[in-house]
C-alpha cells in the first residue's frame, strides 16, 4: 500500500488542492506517485478520476493498481475516465487524431479533457473530480513546444478556476532538463513536489527523496516566504511504497 507516502505529501485528502505538480528529476522514476495517487482517488466515493496516459498506457497502470492493492477495471467508465493518445497512435498510427497536422496536440488533449468533464455521467454531478496527467515531457518528444506546455498548462488552471470541484496533478520527467519549463508550471500551483537522486549515491534501502514545498494560501504562491517545506526518502517495494525521515537509517540524504 501507499497511504503512506500520500499522507507524508499530504495528498491523502478528499480534496486536493487546485493544482499540484510533480517534478521527476532524471535517472529516477515517481511513476509511483501517479499509481499511488490514482488509487487513493478512486477509493473516495462518489469522487470522478480522468487519467491522461502520456508516458505509460492503461494496462500499467492496472498492473501497477493490482500491485498495490485496487483494481482499475472497477472503476473504469464509471468514476474512473481514460485518454491514453499513445495507444490510440499504436493503433491507428498516421489517421490517429492526436497526430494531425491542423491541430497542436496540445490543444486536443485540453479540449479532450474539457469534453470529458462537462460530458457524459462519469464527471458530472460528483462530489470532486481529478484530472492526473502521467508526464508531460512526452509532448516535447511529440512535437510540443514549450510554449505549448505552457498554454496547456495554463489551460487546466483555467478549468479549476471553472470548476471548483476540479484539481489537476501534472508530472514532468527530466526537470533537471527543462528546468525552465519545469519551474514555470510548479508556480501554477501550491504544491511541488520534487523526486530527486540521493546525493550520497546509490543506497540499497533507499530509492530516493521527496521534496514537498506547499503553500500555505493556493492565491499567494507568488511569495516565496509562504510556504512550508518537508523532506522524506523513499523506497518502492513490489506491493508496497515505504517512507524514512532524513537520517533515520544513518543515511545523509
Not at 473504469?76 to 491507428?92: F, H, V
Amino acid at each position: 500500500m501507499a497511504a503512506s507516502v500520500l499522507f507524508a505529501c499530504g495528498l491523502n485528502e478528499q480534496k486536493l488542492p487546485s493544482f499540484i505538480h510533480i517534478s521527476e528529476e532524471s535517472n529516477v522514476d515517481g511513476s509511483f506517485l501517479i499509481s499511488s495517487i490514482l488509487g487513493q482517488r478512486l477509493r473516495i466515493s462518489n469522487a470522478g478520476t480522468l487519467l491522461v496516459c502520456l508516458q505509460h498506457n492503461y494496462q500499467h497502470y492496472f498492473n501497477a493498481g493490482m500491485r498495490l492493492g485496487y483494481n482499475c477495471n472497477i472503476f473504469l467508465g464509471k468514476t474512473l475516465g481514460i485518454i491514453d493518445p499513445s495507444n490510440e497512435m499504436a493503433k491507428d498510427f498516421l489517421s490517429c487524431k492526436w497526430l494531425s497536422r491542423e491541430h497542436k496536440l496540445s490543444d486536443l488533449l485540453l479540449a479532450d479533457i474539457r469534453e470529458q468533464l462537462t460530458t457524459g455521467s462519469t464527471f458530472t454531478a460528483r462530489i470532486h473530480n481529478t484530472v492526473i496527467i502521467d508526464n508531460l515531457s512526452i509532448l516535447y518528444n511529440l512535437g510540443a513546444s514549450k510554449e505549448d506546455i505552457q498554454q496547456l498548462c495554463h489551460g487546466l488552471v483555467a478549468l479549476t478556476r471553472e470548476f471548483s470541484n476540479l484539481s489537476i496533478i501534472t508530472k514532468m520527467s527530466n526537470s533537471d532538463l527543462y528546468s525552465l519549463d519545469d519551474n514555470n508550471v510548479s508556480k501554477l500551483g501550491s504544491v511541488h513536489i520534487q523526486v530527486i537522486k540521493l546525493k550520497s549515491g546509490v543506497f540499497r534501502e533507499v530509492d530516493g527523496k521527496l521534496l514537498i514545498k506547499r503553500f500555505q494560501d493556493e492565491e499567494d504562491n507568488c511569495y516565496e516566504s509562504n510556504y512550508t517545506t518537508k523532506e522524506i526518502l523513499y523506497k518502492v517495494n513490489d506491493r508496497n511504497v515505504k517512507i524514512f525521515n532524513p537520517g533515520e537509517i544513518g543515511l545523509k540524504a
